[in-house]
């Protein structure tokens, strides 16, 4: 084995899950690990507690004359239940047929140590780095990044880079190239439909008074038409249309609907009428029902007219829609259906805006002459149809883009059992940020 694998291993071996709090002092070792690692290769790192856990900085010397590239990544883990599931035990890094089999191979350990070993080659190679870099890794991306952003608020001049690069995306497939330039937004919304005020006999009352359950049906059946166009009024107004390459390119990856039937198991697709799957998912905005509820769930029957009944709907959001604005016009869309006959409880949940960076920029185009010269191939330019938060507070605190190069496989089975990452793009990931800080450098 490697002595890079060796190390990669020593990193895995710690069981990091930050949400479980009989995991501190590992993950707090962790940490500690990164840091030595960082003053091994020559860089100054240094452990910023936070009211969680640790953040970890590290970095060469800053040079005026050259760009700096802040590269993020997170040394924490997901828990590993249902632990019985995994072939190989979640923490004992396990080497089969090129693959790791280890909780945190692919996300983030594996891809932010290739950053990191990285460095260390070019360091070995020349002596310097042709860039200034500034690692952040954080310990608490799993549980949302609660202390990150303050963090980054209160240390600006720690971070005064011109681009950020963060390996924490997917590959369209083995040996695909692929950077993600957007990610879609969020906006949540529960509702409580509330009408007598107890539950009612449906024989006595029923046909007489509002029923709950109904009209929260009818609600949430409201929001779509039978195209699969949201009806809430303006939710497209600020929508910014897909530029034709964006199309063009997504049209010609492999088959998008019979991936997502294929990775869904839904017996077929559904969406906005005039959208393949890849742009609905990517590219353009959705309303989804992610709870519903009331009335008699148990066995039998039992014949009641519930007193309330609830739903919780999210909304993705791609730019230049407003969260805020979103939310409030469906409140309001909701609340002018329900008249007299019951009352509506509305309950705004988390919300954050879309992202989406230019990836013909001077900083794109180095980041996709890095994933061609390191795969041998032309990079696909895709979004994700999910939301990471921290790369949106990267730009409202500093300023600066994201350069989304992520090594993750469809098969990777990350957040899940017997998650893994492949010996090839963790030696490619290497390759990557050597390529990388070479082309910032020229830009
Ligand atoms: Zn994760």
Known sequence: ?????????????????????????????????????????????????????????????????????????????????????????????????????????????????????????????????PVNVIFLLEGEEEIGSPNLAPFIKANRDLFAADICAVSDTGMIGPGIPTMTYGLRGIGCLEFVVKGPSLDLHSGVYGGAVANPAQVVARLVASLHDEKGRVQVPGFYDKVVPLEKWERDMWAALPDGDAATLAETGSPGTWGEDGYSSLERRWGRPTAEVNGIGGGYQGEGSKTVIPREAMAKLSFRLVPDQDPAEIISAAAKFLEEQIGDSCRIELDPGHDGPAYVMDPHSKFGKAAQAALKSTFNDDPKLIREGGSIPIIQDIKDILGIDTLMMGLALPDCQIHAPNENFTIENFEAGIRLNQNLLRELAKS
């Open 1 to 129: 084995m490697s002595p890079q694998v060796e190390s990669f291993f020593e990193y895995l071996r710690f069981p990091s899950v930050s949400t479980d709090s009989t995991h501190k002092k590992n993950v707090e070792n962790c940490a500690d690990w990164l840091i030595n690692r960082f003053d091994k290769m020559g860089l100054d790192a240094t452990k910023h507690a936070t009211p969680g856990h640790p953040v970890v900085v590290a970095g060469n010397a800053v040079k005026k004359d050259r760009p700096t590239v802040m590269i993020y990544g997170h040394y924490d883990v997901q828990p590993v239940d249902p632990v019985e599931e995994w072939k190989t035990p979640p923490f004992e890094p396990t080497l089969i047929d090129g693959r790791v089999f280890c909780r945190g191979a692919t996300d983030n350990k594996g891809q932010n140590f290739a950053h990191i070993l990285g460095v260390e080659e070019t360091l070995k190679a020349d002596g310097d780095l």
